[in-house]
């Protein structure tokens, strides 16, 4: 019938059923819209309504200006995510009860406005028909011109809004194009603190809440980061007249390394290299290249070639300055990548010498002199610094630590503390927390704990205890163990078994005209004298020391979980009375120590591993985990002398045996 017509041969609209079938799809619409709105009760409907007809608005105009008031997340409008907000799912500074407060008032002024337009209008009547229809002629021809107007409006406001639009995308694609790092983020950053700004307006008359400690830790380093990426939009300046000329060469060479493909990139600028010698910006990327091609094939030889390369741009004519600065920085970084400290040093000397208003280049001059154990020229380039720059918190830390080396522990404090509070970039370092907490634990200020804990809480400590700096994650810790748990039995069996002939070959050492025990020289004694001989360091054997102890090293042989420490030693202690050991922790997590009862007082002598204290038995073998805090009291009245053996972590892996660096 639909197609040929009804019964009178006239074509319908539509059949009986399918208006049927629309007029409950638009009927069920209306009913859950509108139990919604009511249910949720989001809009006064019936004051709405009533406004409507006595200040003769458009209905669709009032429900689009009462409902812009609900935009609880600050966009402009009122949508799903202003739905959530006010149903509770996300949490704004405002409250549902705020936000329908507002809107009464809002109500309210609007209904007062109305009221006084009502009375000028009533004045009015007292004027003559034609005075009436005149005005109301005008009027009508004002309402059609702003309504004219307000479309115009709409009309440009959408066309900037698509001009916006088009920007923007110009401007990712652009950014896109040059390789740019992080200005998404940085207009995500952007937008979340227009969003923040206009939740504040909206909200402005709502007490803040006190942010959470998460919180802050949390906001924090955003917005740092965010002004930290403000400050280097400058782009360093790598380019000379020159190669400003060359420039579409160069951006095509430097896209092919971006892109990873190191090989042809390197080809590229060597092309360059070759056409224009001349050309800074086409050596450094050819050091770049070279510089990425050898973390690639992992090769010392290719990394050479690089810091030779980055060593040749700053001798060429007519460099910028920020290229040089580039240069220079990474060949030293590369140079101490290396093991070439000396090297990079010089390399250090020529950034300064080249800039002499950059204490940043003098505070990398410093780490170089620390490197290689000069902490005299360290110290003087750090007061530099300083003097130049009082409140460099990277000078502070580094200075700190030179006078706790120097044993000026309380001169050490001030500097260590106020270089960790400034939160400067190099400053958040966990030998920096270490040796804060060490200098006020020695000082007697139980202030120690906390920057542990501080340092615990940043991720540079395992526990407040357990402060060790060079550590394989996952590995079970505990103070203390027993033979069973490290798996080592038999090497405590034979320790045990063997004691007194190890005893005896220590002793012989003793009493030898010719010492060959050594003061202990790590600065961790408070006072008295604690001496040691030792037989295997960091996994090697003393051969000369073993010819005295023949017997001791013999039998150890055949533990290589022992002599294959590599991150320990093996060696005879010696502590005579009156000594005392400054609370301190072990370097690393990758080993536990044993030590051998030889000659022990009967009382006076004990130590603490964390916050258990225990005593040493002739013959007996006591097993802790040296990465834990401990400290040993020598109160006796003759000497104490024990046997040290290191061990690997049990849970360690034959490879990482293997392949961890010494220390």
Known sequence: ETKHGGKNGKKE??????FFTWFMVIALLGVWTSVAVVW???????????????????????LQGKLGIYDADGDGDF????????????????????????????????????????????????????????KKAVDMNKLKKDSDKAKRD??????????????????????????TVGKDKETKKITRKKRNKQEFLFCQSVPAQPTSPESEETDQPAEKSYDE???????????????????????????????????????????????????PRARYGKAQSEDDLAEKMRSNEMLQQAI????????????????????????????????????????????????????????????????IGDNSNAKKVYEEVLSLAPDDGFAKVHYGFILKAENKIAESIPYLQEGLESGDPGTDDGRFYFHLGDALQRMGDKEAYKWYELGYQRGHFASVWQRSLYNVKGLKAQPWWTARETGYTELVKSLEKNWKLIRDEGLSVMDKKRSLFLPEDENLREKGDWSQFTLWQQGRKNENSCKSVPKTCALLERFPEATGCRRGQIKYSIMHPGTHVWPHTGPTNCRLRMHLGLVIPKEGCRIRCAQENRDWEEGKVLIFDDSFEHEVWQDAESYRLIFIVDVWHPELTAQQRRTLPAI
């Open 13 to 18: 609209g539509l059949s009986g059923s399918s």
């Open 40 to 62: 949720f009760e989001l809009v006064d409907y019936e004051e709405v309504l009533a406004k409507a007809k006595d200040f003769r608005y458009n209905l669709s105009e009032v």
């Open 79 to 134: 949508d799903v995510e202003d739905a959530k907000v006010l149903l509770g799912k996300y949490k704004y500074s405002c409250s549902i009860r705020q936000v329908k407060e507002a809107i009464k008032e809002s109500l309210k002024k609007l209904r007062e406005k109305e009221e006084n337009e009502e009375e000028k209008k009533k004045t009015r009547k007292g004027k003559d028909a034609t005075d009436r229809k005149d």
């Open 154 to 179: 709409r009309g440009k406001e959408k066309g900037q809004d698509k001009s916006i639009k088009s920007k923007e995308t110009t401007k990712k694609s652009a950014s896109e194009k040059d390789g």
């Open 229 to 279: 990426s403000a400050k280097k939009k400058k782009k360093p300046k790598l380019l000379n007249k020159f190669d400003k000329t060359i420039k579409a060469e160069l951006d095509a060479a430097e896209k092919l390394r971006k892109k990873g493909k190191v090989e042809e990139a390197l080809r590229a600028f060597e092309a360059l290299v070759n056409q224009y010698p001349q050309s």
């Open 308 to 371: 030779n390369t980055y060593d040749e741009v700053v001798s060429l004519p007519n460099v910028p300055s920020d290229l040089i600065k580039l240069s220079l920085k990474r060949e030293a970084d590369r140079q101490q990548f290396l093991g070439r400290m000396r090297g990079s040093l010089v390399t250090l000397q020529k950034l300064v010498q080249l800039f002499p208003g950059e204490t940043s280049f003098k505070n990398d001059l410093g780490v170089g002199y620390l490197l």
